[in-house]
Nanobody, 119 residues
């Protein structure tokens, strides 16, 4: 299973970006999909996760500013980033819980896409 992310870039404070991630390959199903980020010198942290049924969860620092969505038919997850702040600067990683079969589940990670917010 491969996850390919798109949409990172450079934006000014207060601006917006939209990240997209598509899963490809052979698998039975995908349950949770989400985004994590890692800033220089910091640990990777949860940004947002969305269950297959649509239940969402957000990290405290992005609540009210970021919105996650997914398309189960296309195996994609999107993250709308609004009101961006310099502290949102990080590499954003797409994540998916992938069922390889009915009995076997694993974690899949994308390579990451860089979001830079200038002050």
């Amino acid at each position: 299973v491969q996850l390919q992310a798109f949409g990172g870039g450079l934006v000014q404070t207060g601006g917006s970006l939209r990240l997209s991630c598509a899963a490809s390959g052979s698998f039975y199903s995908i349950s949770d999909m989400g985004w994590y980020r890692q800033a220089p010198g910091k640990q990777r942290e949860l940004v947002s996760v969305i269950a297959r049924a649509g239940t969402t969860n957000y990290g405290d620092s992005v609540k009210g500013r970021f919105t996650i969505s997914r398309d189960n038919a296309k195996n994609t997850v999107n993250l709308q980033l609004n009101s961006l702040k310099p502290e949102d600067t990080a590499v954003y990683y797409c994540h998916a819980q992938v069922w390889i079969s009915r009995m076997t589940r694993g974690d899949s990670w994308g390579l990451g896409t860089l979001v830079t917010v200038s002050s």
